[in-house]
């Protein structure tokens, strides 16, 4: 059976949810893993919402499974913005190599 196009939105959310509990315990390796299978999902869902449209009762269940996305969304990058900036000075305070 074909997934249906609500379907991605909610596997997007599930990712995210997991994304956000991998930078919940600081593991990073998972929220880029994660991160991944939302670009994969999104892309999917571009492709899928090009055949089918929502109804008016999945574009509400839509309108709320964004908007707990767009709160994992912030949550996570609380938790990431001050490992970015870390790894960002130790970027920044290596010896520059010529090539």
Avoid: F
Avoid at 50 to 78: F, G, H, V, W, Y
Wanted: net charge negative.
């Amino acid at each position: 059976m074909p997934q249906m196009l609500i379907d991605y939105y909610k596997a997007i959310e599930d990712s995210s949810y997991k994304m956000l509990q991998a930078a919940q315990i600081e593991d990073w390796d998972g929220v880029v893993r994660y991160e991944g299978a939302c670009a994969v999902l999104i892309e999917q869902l571009r492709h899928q919402s090009q055949e089918e449209q929502l109804t008016p009762e999945a574009r509400s269940e839509k309108a709320r499974i964004m908007q707990r996305i767009l709160r994992n969304d912030a949550q996570i990058r609380c938790l990431t913005e001050p490992w970015i900036q870390q790894v960002e000075h130790i970027l920044d305070s290596r010896p520059q190599l010529l090539h």
